[in-house]
């Protein structure tokens, strides 16, 4: 029996996170964006909020500090401490913090379905 699977943008929703190029180059980076079996994608897309997008200042932000690497859930960690540096700079609103942090608690959502589940 062959186990269907799908491609996961960990940056979902598609809409919202195709609107700005910074976004989509986020969103379309191949490490974040892992093959996991159709079951557990439709169960995390259940479970897990979709990533607030955040605004066109921490998007520049998280291009300049993120750094790619090897593996989904390494990168999923290093994307979190981009929003999370991002969020934290000293020009940030606090409004921006806090979606800063909404984004962050939706990713950790994700990244504890996807532990052990990455193909």
């Not at 557990?40 to 932000?61: F, K």
């Not at 300049?64 to 700079?89: F, R």
């Amino acid at each position: 029996m062959h186990v269907k699977s799908d491609k996961h943008h960990i940056l979902h929703n598609r809409l919202e996170w195709s609107a700005r190029p910074q976004a989509l180059a986020l969103r379309e980076r191949p490490e974040l964006v892992p093959t996991i079996d159709r079951d557990v994608h439709n169960e995390l897309h259940r479970i897990a909020p979709a990533v607030p997008l955040l605004g066109y200042y921490a998007l520049n932000r998280i291009q300049a500090v993120y750094e790619p690497q090897e593996g989904t859930i390494a990168s999923i960690d290093s994307l979190i401490k981009a929003i999370d540096i991002a969020g934290n700079h000293r020009r940030a609103h606090h409004v921006e913090r806090g979606m800063a942090d909404l984004a962050i608690q939706a990713i950790q959502i994700q990244r504890a379905i996807l532990r052990g589940n990455v193909k």
